[in-house]
């Protein structure tokens, strides 16, 4: 995808689609439980003003196809430097004792330091402040599809939002009519030993609107959830996609 016409002032959604015949072919065969996917995009892309949101499209065949065969599917999205910058996941189990009709999902995320400089952390500074915080990691969500059961996200958490390896986060929805956070339901997750952490995002249908979530440290003395719950037993086949 280009971002040929978009502006910093109008900028663009760039989506690099997973490969979907190899992994609906991955998918059919009986040793496999789930079937990860590399896709990789220029870190030239991820830093161009004119690009809102760089993500990835799973098409409606492959997720219909995880939903048939119960299993999974999980694509990594990281630069040409070998950065990861989001890792998605879908369960093919959930999705497919979901009701509803499947779509082509579009899931983009960018994240940023509440403390940075980038546009998507100034509308949350201030009630990150009135909450008594100072650091944390805002991640903004570009989808557009209807994800028929709640999906995993995993992003880094560590790289200068003063949330430390091993410890708890709590997630907030950030409101940009009302300019308040909200805690979400069951939001409170464990940062891993390498520094990332997977929330559930919620099932339902978007139309590419952006929605922007806040994790904020949870002081020790507070209650810790438990780690995420990996994907089970089964040999997991890899597919790069962009190299």
């Known amino acids: 995808a280009k971002a040929a016409g978009a502006t910093e002032a109008n900028p663009m959604d ?39 949101t760089a993500g990835v499209t799973v098409e409606k065949e492959t997720v219909d196809a995880a939903r048939q065969t119960g299993k999974n599917v999980v694509v990594t999205v990281r630069e040409d430097t070998g950065t990861v910058k989001a890792v998605w996941s879908l369960n093919g189990q ?3 004792s979901a ?3 499947s779509t082509a999902l579009n899931l983009g995320v960018h994240t940023a330091p509440v403390q940075s400089g980038d546009p998507i952390a100034a509308p949350v500074k201030p009630p990150v402040t009135a909450a008594g915080q100072e650091n944390g990691l805002v991640i903004s969500l570009t989808a557009d599809g209807t994800l028929l059961s709640a999906a995993k996200l995993t992003v880094p958490a560590t790289n200068q939002t003063g949330i430390m390896a091993g410890t708890t986060v709590a997630v907030y929805r950030f409101d940009p009519n009302t300019g308040a956070l909200s805690a979400v339901p069951e939001g409170v997750y464990t940062v891993d030993a390498n520094g990332n952490v997977t929330i559930d995002v919620p099932a339902g249908t978007r139309t590419g609107a952006r929605e922007t979530y806040v994790l904020l440290p949870v002081p ?10 990996g994907a089970g037993g089964g040999a997991v086949h890899t597919i790069k996609a962009g190299d």
């Open 220 to 229: 020790a003395a507070q209650p810790t959830a438990q780690p995420p719950v």
């Open 94 to 96: 959930a999705m497919g």
């Open 14 to 52: 760039v989506s690099v689609a997973v490969p979907q015949e190899t992994v609906k072919n991955e998918l059919q065969k009986a040793d496999v439980s789930t079937v990860s996917v590399e896709v990789v995009i220029p870190k030239s892309v991820e830093d161009n003003p004119a690009v809102r």
């Open 99 to 101: 009701a509803g009709q």
